[in-house]
Each structure stands twice: as C-alpha cells, then as structure tokens.
C-alpha cells in the first residue's frame, strides 16, 4: 500500500531555517576558500579545509534540519545514528574534494568540472546516504529521472560555487553567492524528495528501530553548529579577508619590501618642488 509522503509537516518553518544553513555554511565556506588564495602556500591547506567543513556542515544541517519536516502518514519515521554520521562524513570529504583541486589549481575548466563533479556527487551522496539511514515499516521508492536531475542540480551548483570561490571577492558578491548557493542546495534536496515514494507494510507493528527525527537531531546538530558558529568568528575576525583581494595584495606587497629591506635606511622622499621652500630657521 502507497504511503502518503509530506515534506512539509511543519509547514514553511523547516524549509526556510534549512535555506538559512545552506546559506550559512555556503557563506563562510566560500569565503575561506577566497581566503586561501591570499596566503602562502602553508596556510592554504588550513583555509581549504576550513570551507570544506563549513560547506560540508551546512549541506548536512540543512538535509536533517528539512527531513523534520517529512513524514509518512501512520508510520513513524526513525533514523540510524551510524548512517546519520556517515553521511557528514561522506559530505565534508568529497567537498573537501573539489575544494582542494581548485583551490590549488586555480578556476580552470577542467579544475572546475573535476572539483565540481566530485562536490555535487558528495553533496548527492551525503543526502541519499542519509535516506538510506531511515528506518520505517515500509519500503522507499525512488523516480529515477528526478534522483538524476537531483544529481545535476548538485553539481551544477557545485561548480558555480567553486567558480565563485576564486572569482568573487567583494563580501557582498560573495553573499549574493551564497544566497543561490543555498537556494540550489535545497533545490537539489527537495527535488531528491519528490522522488520518494514509500511503500507501507500495513501489517507490521512496534518500533522500526534507530532514533526519531527529534531525537536524534538536538544531539547530532550541536557538534555542526558550533563548528559553524567558530568558523564565522574566524571569517569574522580575519581583517585580510574582510579588505579584499586588492588591499591585501598592497599590505603583503609592503610588508616583503620591509622585511627585505631590514636593516636598511628607507630612503628619503624627493622634495616636491611644486610647494615652495621656507628659509632655515622659520
């Protein structure tokens, strides 16, 4: 027997606080990755790994923050903690992924398809691989020509992302970013959702075992928002990334030339001979 699917149990509220995530975790990963091509090549890899986990998180909050919302008619939904897990780690891995390829290769075309890609199938991956770890009476069913149009949607979001990262430098650009960032996130999840069609098991009774919704999310979201939270206290507090790409550049550019210069007298300023000169002693 089909099973009445809701996504919206709670009305608006779990789809626009996901969005707010999606954008949250987009935001400060983007903006991690514009600041690891300002560094040297040290500090890179703490940067690209900074947005990874932030872009990561996001994604992840944002999936179970939307699935309190799902629900089946008459069959209580639980989830499996190992799986839940498994998938933030699939997500900031294979994110990882494609940050790393185009923060150290630049956004290149096969460096943005390939980092891309590799995102988007993460992304994808961590949300089915969430799918896999709910536990009902009843068996889910998938569309296949929406699972794959889910698929491109997460990598083409993916890739606009990415090319975002290192070409966008004013803040403001990078948040009108991050706004469509989140919007094709959750694009990208409820087009997955409408592909799920779930097959009830009239007869069966008792608990389908693993952790409910609520349970398992109040625990589970506190690790993720904190390291969300840190992240925009660094982005936040980081004056170079807060100049831009430009003013840094002239701040790096100054520095060098002093420090190459230790020791040594600066050299004095020609007078300007457009103003005119006082006698000594005036």
């Avoid at 989830?79 to 150290?104: Q, R």
């Avoid at 007869?203 to 979201?221: D, H, K, Q, R, V």
């Amino acid at each position: 027997m089909r099973g009445t699917v809701d996504g919206f149990s709670y009305g608006l509220v779990t789809p626009l606080v996901a969005y707010f995530m999606a954008c949250l975790g987009g935001a400060l990963g983007l903006r991690c990755t514009t600041r690891s091509l300002l560094v040297a090549d040290t500090w890179r890899a703490g940067w690209l790994a900074l947005g990874s986990a932030a872009i990561g998180s996001g994604i992840w909050t944002m999936h179970f923050i939307a699935m309190m919302g799902f629900s089946v008619e008459g069959v209580p939904v639980h989830y499996d903690k190992a799986l839940t897990f498994a998938s933030l780690g699939v997500a900031i891995v294979m994110v990882g992924i494609g940050v790393f390829i185009v923060g150290y290769k630049g956004a290149t075309g096969p460096a943005l398809f390939t980092g891309g890609t590799i995102t988007g199938l993460g992304v994808a991956t961590m949300h089915y691989l969430g799918m896999a770890g709910m536990r009902l009476h009843g068996t889910i069913e998938y569309n296949t020509f929406l699972v794959g149009a889910s698929v491109v949607i997460a990598m083409a979001a993916a890739t606009a992302a990415l090319w975002a990262a290192v070409q966008i430098r004013g803040i403001l650009w990078s948040l009108g970013a991050s706004l469509v960032m989140g919007l094709a996130v959750s694009g990208m999840h409820y087009m997955g959702m409408a592909a799920v069609s779930v097959r009830t098991h009239g007869g069966a009774t008792g608990s389908p075992g693993g952790e409910s919704a609520a349970g398992i999310l109040a625990p589970m979201m506190v690790g993720p928002l904190c390291f969300l939270l840190l992240a925009g206290v660094v982005v936040m507090f980081d004056p170079l990334l807060v100049m831009g790409r430009p003013d840094w550049r002239d701040a790096l550019e100054a520095e060098r030339e002093g420090r190459s210069r230790a020791g040594v007298p600066r050299p004095r300023r020609a007078p300007d001979r457009s103003l005119p000169r006082t006698p000594q002693g005036w």
